[in-house]
């Protein structure tokens, strides 16, 4: 078997789990609000091809595998995304207030995500004794990129950019003479986003926005997280 084969199987269902379950929550965040624009388009859904964008389900995340697996030989960051769940505010009882509580869902789907992960440790701790060790090492692995890639998609949406779940959020919140021009760049954000993930980092460390996120924010989070759960830190 390759070496990093198990390796990149962990990586790949840890990040899965965190991009379905983030989509799924902002369908089921509209439905309990009066949207059901999610159900009617078969993308209430808990099936990860339902789900998949080409470029944030499949191309990012493979190069951000594939990279890290050659260079360092495993994984230690993922990002991605997927296809947005089609949310119509109109159809929100308090179509303002509706969309930040939808958006909100995405990133407190992967905070809740994270702190489960974190709790499995205890389960893979307890039955340690009983298990192969390569069984209880490929377990411990998977929970840290779970909750590691729950703790970076959680973060970097809730950047103020729209289409990012933290521009929706912002757009919501703030005063409509601020909210509204927020709101009309949302139609160049995919564009700002690519930017910040692809090209930004090539202008040196200080820009690398994902990697700032990874390296300073996500490390107090995890160890939070790992608190939260009842371990010590």
Request: net charge positive; no cysteine; proline share 8%.
């Amino acid at each position: 078997m390759i070496e990093w084969l198990p390796e990149l199987i962990v990586a790949i269902l840890a990040t899965v789990v965190a991009i379905t379950l983030h989509e799924a929550a902002h369908g089921y965040a509209a439905l309990a609000l009066g949207d059901d624009t999610a159900r009617m388009a078969g993308r209430l859904s808990l099936n990860p091809i339902r789900h998949v964008d080409r470029v944030g389900t499949i191309i990012l995340p493979g190069i951000l595998l594939i990279t890290q697996l050659l260079t360092i030989g495993r994984v230690v960051a993922m990002f991605g995304w997927a296809k947005p769940v089609p949310v119509n505010p109109w159809r929100l009882r308090n179509p303002r207030y509706g969309m930040v509580l939808v958006a909100a869902a995405g990133p407190a789907m992967n905070f809740f995500l994270a702190w489960i992960a974190a709790l499995l440790a205890h389960v893979v701790e307890g039955l340690a004794g009983s298990l192969p060790p390569e069984v209880v090492d490929l377990g411990i692995r998977f929970i840290a990129l779970s909750i590691m890639a729950n703790l970076l998609l959680g973060l970097f949406n809730l950047l103020p950019i729209p289409p990012l779940d933290g521009g929706r959020i912002a757009v919501g919140l703030l005063p409509r003479m601020l909210a509204a021009p927020l709101a009309r760049a949302e139609r160049f954000g995919l564009l700002l986003v690519m930017l910040m993930i692809l090209l930004l980092p090539r202008l040196g460390p200080q820009y690398d926005v994902i990697g700032w996120i990874s390296g300073i924010v996500t490390g107090p989070a995890f160890r939070l997280v790992l608190w939260l759960a009842g371990h010590s830190v």
